[in-house]
């Protein structure tokens, strides 16, 4: 049975790792905190070895984009130095590693989706730390695919689904902000492809199925769209209505500047692998079920 070692243990990516590898008869050993801390990254090396793993998935992050503002070293070292880490074990045991990253990376200025080929230029903390993780994976071993994804959301940790859920049971009207567009992405969803790439690549030595790919769901919004389709989908679970005032980013300062475009193109990961994520609005019906009892 092939084992695969994954970073984190209560996220969204790595329960839906857990979820889908149990179903598939995977075996799936996550770590992480208290047991691992990735701030400090010499914790990696005994648990790592002890798994005996056929490969290795990043997933694990330090994820709290404002608060890495003010915690930059903290969020260097988790996302930058700790893949690094990682990736250099990997090497030595001469297997894979996944990695996933963000649409973070980039700066936000382009016009239409980004192409892996795209300059990176992050313009906040949390995506210079993305990107530095990046560039270790890179340095350390060619047996890599780094993955990068966006706008996570599932049933599982924090997310923007969630967090409009929840301000959705006291209030009538929310501001949401409009002028920010991406592709949402389900985590169980991600966590599909991991394993298909994981599987292909324990298997097969061939260097076009390493490297960066683009990995989202399909179509793009807003925030205040994605809002909108989630107040839809709770209202027809039985859920009272809630208005979203759409309102320009500049209107809602956050400690982190965050990218205005950050659409990735999923083709590289289509045509090289023959995987393309579910559209956002079929994920996002998955997801409100697991989160609504329907009252009707
Ligand atoms: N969420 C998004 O919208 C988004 C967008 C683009 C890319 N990504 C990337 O996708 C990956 C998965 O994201 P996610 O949404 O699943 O993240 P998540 O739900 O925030 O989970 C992050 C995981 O990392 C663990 N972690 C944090 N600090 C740690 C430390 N010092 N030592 C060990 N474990 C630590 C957390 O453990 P605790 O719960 O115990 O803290 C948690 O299990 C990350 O690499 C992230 O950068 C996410």
Redesign the pocket.
């Known amino acids: 049975m092939m084992r695969i070692l994954v ?8 329960t839906s790792l857990q979820t889908l590898g149990d179903k598939l008869g995977l075996e799936i050993i996550r770590i ?2 208290p047991e ?4 400090q990254p010499e914790t990696l090396e005994a648990p790592v070895r002890d798994a005996r793993p056929d490969v290795i998935i990043s ?5 709290t984009v404002d608060k890495a503002e003010t915690e930059a070293e903290l969020a260097q070292t ?2 930058g130095d700790a893949p690094g880490a990682l990736a250099r074990l990997a090497a030595e045991l001469d297997i894979p590693i996944l990695h ?5 990376v980039f700066a936000g200025d382009k016009h239409g989706a980004y192409d892996e080929t795209d300059t990176p230029a992050p313009a906040s903390v949390y995506g210079k730390t ?1 990107l530095s993780g990046e560039d270790q994976i890179r340095a350390a071993t060619d047996n890599h695919v780094i993955l990068r ?4 959301y599932s049933p599982y ?3 923007f689904v969630k967090t409009m859920l929840r301000l959705g049971e006291t209030r009538d009207e929310l501001n949401v902000v409009a002028d920010q567009y991406g592709c949402p992405t389900y ?1 169980p969803e991600i966590a599909r492809a991991l394993l298909a790439v994981a599987q292909q690549v324990v298997i097969d030595r061939d260097p076009t199925l390493r490297g960066t790919f683009h990995l989202t769901g399909q179509g793009e919004t807003n925030w205040a769209e994605f809002a909108e389709a989630i107040f839809a989908g709770a209202e027809s679970r039985g859920r009272k209505p809630v208005r979203i005032k759409p309102i320009p980013a500049s209107e809602y300062p956050t400690p982190a500047k965050r990218p205005a475009n950050s659409r990735l193109n999923g083709d590289k990961l289509d045509d090289t692998y023959g995987l393309r994520l579910d559209p956002w609005r079929e994920s996002l019906d998955d997801c409100l079920d697991q989160l609504i009892t329907a009252t009707r």
């Open positions: 970073t984190g243990k209560e996220g969204q990516v790595d992480g905190l691992i801390d990735l701030s997933s694990a992050a330090y994820t988790i996302n996933l990253s963000t649409d973070y993305k994804t966006a706008w996570v940790g924090n997310n985590a």
